[in-house]
């Protein structure tokens, strides 16, 4: 059974300041996807990952994957207070010729003025 | 283009009752996946329907079921609610390249059981 794994679960920064959400994966897979989710809210696209070392940028985020050490990264670079929310990641494999996503746990971003 | 709609968008029910949640899929799109979102188990997978057929199926009782239409909107049944149903239902459909399987949900339904 595919298990994904985010850490932390929580995380209070000040504005201004650096932060990595990882998300940590225990079988092969080749996709990976990060959403946002504010409260109340529903579940944001935010990147799509396909291969092996693949990077993506929008504004401060910026996510990576490194499908051999079955890890993906989110990198935030001076966080300011709209980028408070929950963040998922999301694994992709295929289960009997059907693909399947797999959410990790969530991230709660508090980004502190 | 108009996102996913769900409805309704709440709900109250009571131990026993049943209940039916809807879902439009983007225009295009023939994928729709359901999921249930709790602050104990987090976003656990429900099941995908694509072309009206269920392609695959997650952990959950056969209380929990689900069809898809020919105009690729979905519903979704639960029979029997219990206390631990209650939780944000989101829908989510996709165009289902081959590469790429984003999805992109809708607002929810958030069900209440008392």
């Known amino acids: ?113 | 283009k108009a996102g996913v709609t769900q409805t309704p968008r709440y709900l109250i029910k009571t131990r026993g009752q049943q209940v039916t949640l809807s879902c439009s899929p983007i225009s295009g799109h023939r994928s729709v996946s359901w999921y249930q979102q709790t602050p104990g188990q987090g976003l656990q997978f429900l099941f995908e329907y694509f072309s009206e057929t269920q392609r695959n199926k997650g952990n959950f009782p056969g209380r929990f079921s689900g069809r898809q239409f020919s105009n690729s909107r979905s519903e979704m049944n639960v029979s029997t609610l219990e206390l631990g149903d209650s939780a944000l239902y989101l829908c989510a459909s996709s165009l289902y390249k081959r590469e790429v399987h984003e999805q992109f949900f809708g607002p929810g339904t958030r069900l209440t059981v008392l």
């Open chain 1, 1 to 113: 059974e595919l298990k994904v794994e985010q850490n932390p679960l929580f995380l209070s920064m000040q504005e201004g300041k650096n932060y990595t959400i990882y998300c940590n994966y225990s079988t092969t897979s080749d996709r990976l996807y990060w959403y946002r989710q504010d409260p109340g809210k529903s579940l944001e696209s935010l990147f799509v990952l396909l291969s092996n070392g693949a990077v993506k940028q929008e504004g401060r985020l910026m996510a990576s994957l490194d499908t051999k050490a079955r890890l993906s990264t989110l990198h935030i670079t001076a966080a300011v207070h709209d980028l408070s929310a929950t963040y998922f990641c999301a694994v992709e494999r295929e289960d009997f010729g059907n693909e399947k996503l797999t959410f990790g746990t969530g991230t709660r971003l508090t980004i502190i003025p």
